[in-house]
């Protein structure tokens, strides 16, 4: 086989172009909310707990998964900005749906915390019930040597 004395590979010398510094979106339109991600339901669907005290099926876009899945880790307990879908219809049997427009890490919760007018202690309160639950039903389990 010829040697390739001409350049050889091409592509690495073009920059990568997924490699763009994250602005935090803070709430700016009607219709969207901060939650807080209870349950992953899988299929691209998670519970997701709002400021407005109610819990809606939350539809996870295209844009977090795939390529940019690791920068968008949804996990219970992440802080995330949905929008409501006012076009749908809702059912009094039925969760209200809504559409994943962004996730927060931990250094994003605090500009939000700073920087939003929004009062997001409900979110914290939240968390706070939860860890208390899981501790809870540790202490329940009781060990009997019975020999």
């Known amino acids: 086989m010829v ?5 050889g590979n091409k592509g690495k010398k073009v920059a990568r172009k997924d490699n763009v510094q994250k602005k935090t979106r803070l709430m700016t339109q009607d219709g969207e ?9 899988g299929n691209s ?3 997701v707990f709002c400021l407005d005290g109610t819990t809606r099926l939350c539809i996870i876009r295209k844009k977090f998964t795939g390529k940019h899945k690791s920068q ?9 900005l949905v929008g409501q879908r006012d076009w749908e219809s809702s059912h009094k049997d039925k969760m209200e749906k809504c559409d994943l427009l962004e ?7 605090q500009v939000i915390c700073q920087q939003s007018n929004v009062d ?3 979110l914290q309160e939240k968390k706070l019930e939860g860890e208390e639950t899981d501790d809870q039903q540790e202490d329940d389990i009781i060990f009997v040597d019975d020999i």
């Open 45 to 47: 669907q998670c519970h």
């Open 3 to 7: 040697l390739n004395k001409i350049g």
């Open 72 to 80: 968008n880790f949804l996990k219970p307990g992440i802080w995330v």
């Open 120 to 122: 997001v202690g409900l």
């Open 33 to 41: 909310q901060y939650g807080m991600v209870t349950k992953m339901l």
């Open 103 to 109: 996730s927060y890490s931990e250094s994003d919760k």
